[in-house]
């Protein structure tokens, strides 16, 4: 008996042994495909599935889209990232790039440029390639520059005689054509057309008028929105629905959807980006146009963007590096130009036939505000500062409070986020004013 316990138990430890051995030589699964991380509407995943299967075919390295809804994104890819399951390739925004990067969640790509002889940063507008570099090295390549355009309805205009946009136009041109253009068609004492929109990117109001959001960009420690100069901008624009009326409110704005009404025919004039036209281009009934943003002491406009970064976990980080090249150079890029959906940030292409617009003109309106582009705070609390914004505007907008209490406010609260932030995001070489 005690032989035959023995034996068994040999044979339990030898099969054991051999279990464990087959388990030990066995490599760990390894994925076939780079995922690439995207945040995209339904209209947009279709152009970016069209280059990514253009980049399988021609590499050869097959490339999975992951596609989330842009308000979970990156709460997604930081959970992702904590998990240790990153994607290779992310979509990245250049106002989230520096909590990523500090963190060092991203990979250095500079390696990889210093090994390429025909690609450089040099077709790139400055501004954007800058918004990917860290302590002198380059975290990722840019893909597109947010710019705005001022959207009309030439058919609207025609009507009532309104003369289009030109790029003299000033917030007082702006304000005077809203004005011809607000309409109560069937008088039943409410508008039916309204002339335009609260801008909801009232940064580029403040730029205008002389005013600036903090003290230092690159490394800001302080509001500086109870100005005159801001507060002034602010007012023009709330005035545009508490006063001029010739705005629909900020919750009736939010209802209808900005783009949804232009494209009925109930606004005349919106503040779009680039990213908007494929939408716009479903307008049926009217034909519409883009032109550059009406002036007020000087000009200005948007400057942010987003880029394609690797994640440090990558572990195809060569194939990544190509794709990377091909989405922000390459055919991919071109695609992506012409679907319509942002104004690039390579400038080579930015300037070339590949570049449609969205519109029947062409992209002037566009490449012209390239040329007057202002950064926003670059700091690793971006989001909570936006936050802040957000929430103490809408009292303003509603006319629930004044400008001076509404930025009174956003200082206190600003500065309060600015004293606890990370002095590191000083490194960051912003978008400079250019004008």
Same mark, same amino acid.
């Given at each position: 008996?005690?032989?035959?316990?023995?034996?068994?138990?040999?044979?339990l430890?030898?099969l054991?042994?051999?279990?464990?051995?087959?388990?030990a030589k066995k490599?760990?699964?390894?994925s076939?495909s780079l995922?690439?991380?995207?945040?995209?509407t339904?209209?947009?995943?279709?152009?970016?599935?069209e280059?990514?299967?253009?980049?399988?075919?021609?590499?050869?390295?097959?490339?999975?889209?992951?596609?989330?809804p842009?308000?979970?994104?990156?709460?997604?890819?930081?959970?992702?990232?904590a998990?240790?399951?990153?994607p290779?390739?992310?979509f990245?925004?250049s106002?989230?790039f520096?909590?990523?990067?500090?963190?060092?969640t991203l990979l250095n790509?500079?390696?990889?440029?210093?090994?390429?002889?025909?690609f450089?940063g040099?077709?790139f507008?400055?501004?954007?390639?800058q918004?990917?570099?860290?302590q002198?090295?380059?975290?990722?390549?840019?893909n597109?520059?947010?710019?705005?355009?001022?959207?009309y309805?030439?058919?609207?205009?025609?009507?009532?005689?309104?003369?289009?946009?030109?790029t003299n136009?000033t917030?007082?041109?702006?304000?005077?054509?809203?004005r011809?253009?607000?309409k109560d068609?069937d008088e039943?004492g409410?508008?039916d057309q309204?002339?335009?929109t609260?801008?909801?990117?009232?940064?580029?109001?403040v730029?205008?008028?002389?005013?600036?959001l903090v003290?230092n960009?690159?490394?800001p420690?302080?509001s500086?929105?109870a100005t005159?100069?801001?507060? +002034?901008?602010?007012q %023009? $624009?709330?005035? !545009?629905s508490?006063?001029?009326k010739?705005?629909?409110?900020a919750?009736? *704005? &939010?209802?209808?959807?900005?783009?949804?009404?232009?494209t009925?025919g109930?606004?005349?004039m919106?503040y779009a980006g680039h990213w908007d036209?494929?939408?716009?281009n479903?307008?049926?009934?009217?034909?519409?146009?883009?032109?550059?943003?009406?002036?007020?002491k000087?000009q200005?406009n948007?400057?942010?963007?987003?880029?394609?970064?690797?994640?440090?976990?990558?572990?195809?980080?060569?194939?990544?590096w190509?794709?990377?090249?091909?989405?922000?150079?390459?055919?991919?890029q071109?695609?992506l130009l012409?679907?319509g959906?942002?104004?690039?940030?390579?400038?080579?292409l930015?300037?070339s036939?590949?570049f449609a617009?969205?519109?029947s003109? +062409?992209?002037g309106? %566009? $490449?012209?505000? !390239?040329?007057?582009?202002?950064?926003v705070?670059f700091?690793?609390?971006? *989001? &909570?500062i936006?936050?802040i914004?957000?929430?103490?505007?809408?009292?303003?907008?509603s006319?629930q409070?004044?400008?001076?209490?509404?930025t009174?406010?956003?200082d206190e609260?600003v500065?309060?986020?600015?004293?606890?932030a990370?002095?590191?995001?000083?490194w960051?070489?912003?978008?400079?004013p250019?004008?």
């Amino acid at each position: 008996m005690y032989m035959r316990h023995r034996r068994l138990a040999v044979a339990l430890i030898l099969l054991v042994c051999i279990c464990l051995t087959g388990c030990a030589k066995k490599p760990p699964p390894s994925s076939d495909s780079l995922v690439f991380m995207v945040r995209a509407t339904a209209d947009q995943l279709k152009v970016w599935q069209e280059a990514v299967d253009l980049f399988t075919e021609q590499s050869k390295i097959k490339v999975t889209l992951q596609n989330e809804p842009y308000d979970t994104y990156f709460s997604k890819l930081q959970t992702m990232i904590a998990g240790g399951t990153p994607p290779d390739v992310v979509f990245m925004e250049s106002t989230r790039f520096p909590e990523f990067v500090t963190k060092n969640t991203l990979l250095n790509l500079t390696p990889y440029l210093q090994k390429e002889t025909e690609f450089t940063g040099t077709d790139f507008y400055p501004e954007a390639w800058q918004s990917y570099r860290y302590q002198g090295q380059q975290y990722g390549l840019p893909n597109d520059i947010a710019v705005l355009g001022l959207m009309y309805n030439q058919d609207l205009f025609e009507i009532d005689f309104v003369k289009a946009p030109t790029t003299n136009w000033t917030w007082n041109d702006y304000l005077k054509a809203a004005r011809t253009l607000t309409k109560d068609t069937d008088e039943d004492g409410r508008i039916d057309q309204w002339g335009t929109t609260v801008c909801p990117w009232w940064q580029v109001f403040v730029w205008q008028n002389g005013g600036e959001l903090v003290d230092n960009v690159q490394q800001p420690t302080r509001s500086t929105l109870a100005t005159s100069a801001a507060q +002034g901008a602010l007012q %023009f $624009l709330a005035d !545009l629905s508490l006063k001029q009326k010739v705005a629909p409110s900020a919750s009736l *704005t &939010e209802s209808m959807g900005r783009c949804e009404a232009f494209t009925a025919g109930k606004v005349a004039m919106i503040y779009a980006g680039h990213w908007d036209c494929p939408q716009l281009n479903k307008m049926k009934d009217s034909r519409w146009e883009a032109a550059p943003l009406p002036r007020g002491k000087q000009q200005a406009n948007l400057g942010l963007g987003s880029g394609y970064c690797i994640t440090s976990g990558s572990k195809r980080a060569d194939d990544a590096w190509q794709f990377l090249l091909f989405m922000s150079a390459g055919e991919g890029q071109k695609k992506l130009l012409s679907a319509g959906f942002s104004t690039p940030a390579n400038e080579a292409l930015a300037n070339s036939e590949y570049f449609a617009g969205g519109m029947s003109a +062409g992209p002037g309106a %566009f $490449l012209q505000g !390239l040329k007057f582009i202002h950064p926003v705070p670059f700091t690793t609390r971006y *989001t &909570e500062i936006a936050t802040i914004w957000d929430q103490e505007l809408q009292l303003l907008w509603s006319g629930q409070a004044t400008v001076q209490q509404v930025t009174a406010k956003i200082d206190e609260r600003v500065n309060k986020v600015l004293s606890e932030a990370n002095p590191a995001t000083a490194w960051l070489l912003p978008l400079t004013p250019r004008g």
